[in-house]
């Protein structure tokens, strides 16, 4: 058996292996910006590495041991001699595959994964690829030369099936990775709605009650959270919390109280409760408005309201000075539909030193 390594770089003490014109990426580019290398210029004699197939390399069963390692042996030469003799005849009768598929929908779909929160680490972990061919589908050749920051036009057909089979899903969002805490905050809200207390959710979870409460107070959670609030709510939404002994029904009362008074909606209230909007609380015939449920609203307390509650919330805060903005964050609305209440109740606008203000008064609300 005659068995070779593959080519090493021809530059002198250099004993990487060569890429291009028979140089490493660093004397290529080297004698490149050197102008040494033209169309017609000369190649230097081949070198190999004095590598050989590993002992358990099987002989014939791919083109790695005959391209590669230069390998001459029967088997592999007789191996590639069938391969190409069907390349060729493939070719002949227009049946010929190269296994390559066109990148751009593969790219597309690796940047939407990436507005989504899914990096391209993550979709390599996923999809069992290689960072660097997932990189380079999106920056381009990051191999220093002429052709470095260059776009694929095609990718392996087995790399854009793996690539595309990796789903826009919370589940392959990173555990550090950050999305809306919409979801969370309405599964935990559903729960004491249905009487689980905070620290009783507290300690399934792992946390401590305090910040518990601030969780529900963000805009966005780990991935690692969301999904830990999600498997808790799947356990529990269909249950109700022990009532044994008095404490676990002082519990339970004052749960189903806090619940009420902030109108927070059982789990059933819910068809998706990841993307459904929000209903406003539905109200009796004399439009009454509760001045509570406005006042927590105002401070920032998720507190569901209607649609009079609403308008009377936007007008107290907006002669308060808050900006529309500010508005709508602390009233959890989008800033067109504060717009929309502000101008039928002909309140102007207030300036934008209103976001200063609501920071200083938070502490105070």
Not at 168 to 179: F, I, R, S
Not at 341 to 354: N, Q, S, T
Request: hydrophobic content about 40%.
């Amino acid at each position: 058996m005659t068995a070779r390594g593959p080519l090493i770089c021809t530059a002198e003490g250099c004993e990487r292996r060569s890429r291009a014109r028979r140089l490493c990426p660093a004397h290529y580019q080297k004698a490149w910006k050197a102008g040494e290398i033209g169309q017609h210029a000369k190649l230097p004699p081949r070198v190999y590495d004095p590598k050989v197939c590993p002992p358990e390399h099987k002989h014939g069963a791919s083109g790695t041991c005959y391209v590669h390692h230069q390998c001459r042996c029967a088997a592999c030469s007789a191996a590639q001699g069938a391969r190409e003799t069907a390349r060729r005849k493939a070719k002949a009768y227009g049946r010929y595959d190269t296994g390559l598929v066109d990148a751009d929908p593969v790219r597309e779909h690796i940047l939407a994964l990436a507005e989504f929160g899914i990096g391209y680490k993550r979709v390599a972990e996923i999809s069992g690829i290689g960072v660097t061919a997932v990189r380079n589908l999106v920056w381009g050749r990051q191999d220093p030369g002429p052709r470095k920051g260059e776009l694929p036009k095609r990718v392996k057909r087995e790399t854009a099936e793996a690539i595309l089979a990796v789903e826009l899903d919370v589940a392959n969002l990173a555990d550090g990775g950050k999305l809306s805490a919409r979801g969370t905050r309405r599964r935990l809200q559903a729960l004491v709605a249905r009487g689980w207390s905070m620290s009783k959710l507290a300690e399934r979870l792992g946390v401590e009650v305090g910040n518990l409460s601030s969780m529900m107070q963000r805009e966005q959670v780990f991935a690692r959270t969301h999904r830990q609030v999600a498997a808790l709510f799947d356990e529990l939404w269909d249950q109700l919390p022990p009532r044994d002994s008095w404490h676990d029904k002082a519990a339970y009362t004052r749960a189903i109280g806090h619940a009420k008074a902030h109108r927070w909606l059982p789990p059933l209230a819910w068809d998706d409760i990841d993307i459904d909007e929000e209903p406003p609380v539905v109200e009796d015939g004399g439009q009454a408005v509760d001045p509570v449920a406005v006042d927590l609203a105002c401070a920032g307390e998720s507190v569901r309201l209607s649609v009079a509650e609403r308008r009377a919330a936007v007008a107290q805060m907006s002669a308060a000075g808050f900006a529309d903005g500010v508005i709508a964050e602390r009233l959890r609305l989008i800033i067109r539909t504060v717009v929309r209440i502000r101008k039928e109740l002909d309140i102007p606008a207030a300036v934008d030193a209103g976001k200063n203000r609501v920071l200083r008064a938070s502490g105070a609300a």
